[in-house]
């Protein structure tokens, strides 16, 4: 059973940074293969799509147009962990913060970016941004 657990949320204030990971159990060998992404939920608004991984689309992450420039995503295969790292914060980042998997066969691009198609996600971490 592949599992999700992020880390590394907290209050900051506006300017500051932070760095999300996620861990994954239950992939073995085979995480190096899942398309993985950060979504965030502010309160009283959808899940949206922050940053992500696509095997389909080469080695470079995606990022949402609010977060790009600001946050990185990276991936390390051999600890099956995926991070986010956030700078420049501002209180509209405040969200909780989640990290999915999708594994193969994989999401067709046009459901890609949208939550309610991601099968495996982790249990969420809380960012604050202080203004």
């Known amino acids: 059973q592949v599992q999700l657990v992020e880390s590394g949320g907290g209050l900051v204030q506006a300017g500051g940074s932070l760095r999300l990971s996620c861990t994954i159990s239950?992939?073995?060998?085979?995480?190096?293969?899942?398309?993985m992404a950060w979504f965030r939920q502010a309160p009283g608004k959808e899940r949206e799509f922050v940053a992500g991984?696509?095997?389909?689309?080469?080695?470079?992450?995606s990022y949402a147009g609010s977060v790009k420039g600001r946050f990185t995503m990276s991936r390390d295969n051999a600890k099956n962990t995926v991070s986010l790292q956030m700078n420049s914060l501002k209180p509209e980042d405040t969200a909780v913060y989640y990290c999915a998997a999708d594994p193969p066969p994989y999401l067709i691009l046009s459901s890609y970016y949208r939550s309610d198609m991601w099968d495996y996600w982790g249990q969420g971490t809380q960012v604050t941004v202080s203004s």
């Open positions: 991984f696509r095997r389909q689309g080469g080695s470079t992450p």
């Open positions: 239950g992939a073995g060998h085979t995480f190096s293969t899942y398309n």
